[in-house]
């Protein structure tokens, strides 16, 4: 059975990083379980789907993606604990890495590049973002391409290279179809993290992360192989919060900016800023919220996804056709779509509950469930394959 992200959503999912991939293991079918699929008719093979989907879907909930909040590489899972996370049914009917099949492409390393923002520098050039580049794959037509947007702990993880967050994450939409570019904005301006900063001090702010996401833009534009028609912004927490600076319509610098987003996603972004300053979005945009958490607050996004012509706080759970979409997820902290466990950082300013420090750790069902809807929305913007 060949991965195909309308009827087998997660099968993508799989980051490269971890031994499965590694391995080359795939959800295919035997020759006997094919057999019987073909048997089935249309409505068995539609359920077999399901319960196949569902199973890899288990199984995804116990792999790891990196806590980029906690600048801590996971742990990979080892083949033995996917395996037991899949049904003894599907397991009997799936084969061995050896078993013939189209191999689909992986990420590969990345191509370490330069991207000009929009900020300048202190010579008044513009400044030079450090930048991860992997090009669509099929180099047949045109392809999608996204920006992928670090929270405030930067881009890498503890050992200074690209954490694991960034690459699953890129890993994931490049099997999907999109080039994908990972940019730095701490690096040239001398800064290695963010978070431990108080928010009224920090030494990068939203204006310059803007400017760096819509030079971004403008150089994914200029690219080989690259549809700049479908452009998009990928975020967490920080970096949430500037695919919200970067897609606001009311702000002079993205309505004159050469080249816009067509869609974004912001995982835990802070809102309050959008709410205050009257954001409409310029394309479609989809936020995923934790409703436990305590660093960045869920409400101020529902606040804003209601504050949108036409929507209703009612209308808020992500299934309307509005242009601004938000899904929240019950007991579900900063970083919930990490696999690191819950931990309260104290050296991290709360602005709600001054002096408390705010809760940071993966919840496996909001994980899983936010992946799925990652995609979901992919695939109604026309991006996925």
Same mark, same amino acid.
């Given at each position: 059975?060949?991965?195909?992200?309308?009827?087998?959503?997660?099968?993508?999912?799989?980051?490269?990083?971890?031994?499965?991939?590694?391995?080359?293991?795939?959800?295919?079918?035997?020759?006997?379980?094919? &057999?019987?699929?073909?048997?089935?008719?249309?409505?068995?093979?539609?359920?077999?789907?399901?319960?196949?989907?569902?199973?890899?879907?288990?199984?995804?909930?116990?792999?790891?993606?990196?806590?980029?909040?906690?600048?801590?590489?996971?742990?990979?899972?080892?083949a033995s604990a996917v395996n037991s996370a899949i049904s003894p049914a599907i397991a009997a009917a799936t &084969?061995?890495?050896?078993?013939?099949?189209?191999?689909?492409?992986?990420?590969?390393?990345?191509?370490?590049?330069?991207?000009?923002?929009?900020?300048?520098?202190?010579?008044?050039?513009?400044?030079?973002?450090?930048?991860?580049?992997?090009?669509?794959?099929?180099?047949?037509?045109?392809?999608?391409?996204?920006?992928?947007?670090?929270?405030?702990?930067?881009? !890498?993880?503890?050992?200074?290279?690209?954490?694991?967050?960034?690459?699953? !994450?890129?890993?994931?939409?490049?099997?999907?179809?999109? #080039?994908?570019?990972? &940019?730095?904005?701490?690096?040239?301006?001398?800064?290695?993290?963010?978070?431990?900063?108080?928010?009224?001090?920090?030494?990068?702010?939203? &204006?310059?992360?803007?400017?760096?996401?819509?030079?971004?833009?403008?150089?994914?534009?200029?690219?080989?192989?690259?549809?700049?028609?479908?452009?998009?912004?990928?975020?967490?927490?920080?970096?949430?919060?500037?695919?919200?600076?970067?897609?606001?319509?009311?702000?002079?610098?993205?309505?004159?900016?050469?080249?816009?987003?067509?869609?974004?996603?912001?995982?835990?972004?802070?809102?309050?800023?959008?709410? #205050?300053?009257? !954001?409409?979005?310029?394309?479609?945009?989809?936020?995923?919220?934790?409703?436990?958490?305590?660093?960045?607050?869920?409400?101020?996004?529902?606040?804003?996804?209601?504050?949108?012509?036409?929507?209703?706080?009612?209308?808020?759970?992500?299934?309307?056709?509005?242009?601004?979409?938000?899904?929240? !997820?019950?007991?579900?902290?900063?970083?919930?779509?990490?696999?690191?466990?819950?931990?309260?950082?104290?050296?991290?300013?709360?602005?709600?509950?001054?002096?408390?420090?705010?809760?940071?750790?993966?919840?496996? #069902?909001?994980?899983?469930?936010?992946?799925?809807?990652?995609?979901?929305?992919?695939?109604?913007?026309?991006?996925?394959?």
């Amino acid at each position: 059975m060949r991965c195909v992200m309308d009827t087998t959503p997660m099968c993508s999912a799989w980051p490269a990083s971890t031994p499965v991939r590694r391995a080359g293991m795939r959800p295919q079918l035997s020759e006997r379980g094919a &057999t019987g699929l073909r048997r089935l008719g249309a409505a068995g093979r539609q359920r077999a789907v399901a319960t196949v989907t569902a199973a890899w879907l288990a199984a995804l909930v116990a792999m790891p993606l990196g806590v980029a909040a906690q600048g801590q590489p996971a742990a990979p899972a080892s083949a033995s604990a996917v395996n037991s996370a899949i049904s003894p049914a599907i397991a009997a009917a799936t &084969t061995s890495a050896s078993a013939a099949s189209p191999a689909r492409p992986s990420a590969g390393p990345p191509q370490s590049v330069q991207v000009p923002s929009l900020d300048r520098d202190a010579a008044g050039a513009a400044l030079q973002q450090p930048g991860f580049w992997w090009p669509a794959a099929d180099a047949g037509r045109p392809a999608p391409a996204i920006v992928l947007l670090h929270g405030c702990g930067g881009p !890498y993880d503890r050992q200074g290279a690209l954490s694991r967050r960034m690459r699953d !994450y890129a890993a994931l939409l490049h099997d999907a179809g999109l #080039a994908v570019l990972v &940019t730095d904005s701490l690096t040239p301006r001398h800064e290695r993290e963010l978070c431990t900063q108080r928010l009224g001090t920090r030494q990068v702010t939203m &204006t310059q992360r803007r400017r760096d996401a819509l030079g971004a833009l403008q150089w994914l534009a200029a690219q080989p192989g690259v549809d700049a028609s479908r452009l998009g912004l990928m975020g967490w927490s920080n970096g949430g919060s500037t695919v919200l600076a970067a897609t606001g319509a009311q702000r002079s610098e993205v309505q004159v900016a050469p080249v816009k987003p067509a869609f974004a996603i912001a995982f835990y972004p802070g809102c309050a800023d959008a709410l #205050a300053d009257g !954001y409409r979005p310029v394309a479609p945009v989809l936020l995923l919220l934790g409703e436990a958490d305590d660093w960045t607050p869920a409400e101020p996004c529902r606040l804003l996804a209601a504050a949108q012509p036409g929507v209703g706080l009612g209308a808020g759970a992500g299934a309307g056709a509005a242009p601004l979409q938000w899904q929240a !997820y019950a007991g579900a902290f900063h970083g919930f779509d990490g696999t690191g466990p819950v931990v309260l950082r104290a050296d991290v300013p709360n602005g709600v509950h001054p002096g408390q420090g705010v809760h940071v750790g993966g919840n496996p #069902a909001a994980r899983a469930a936010a992946l799925a809807r990652l995609q979901r929305f992919l695939h109604e913007q026309g991006l996925a394959r």
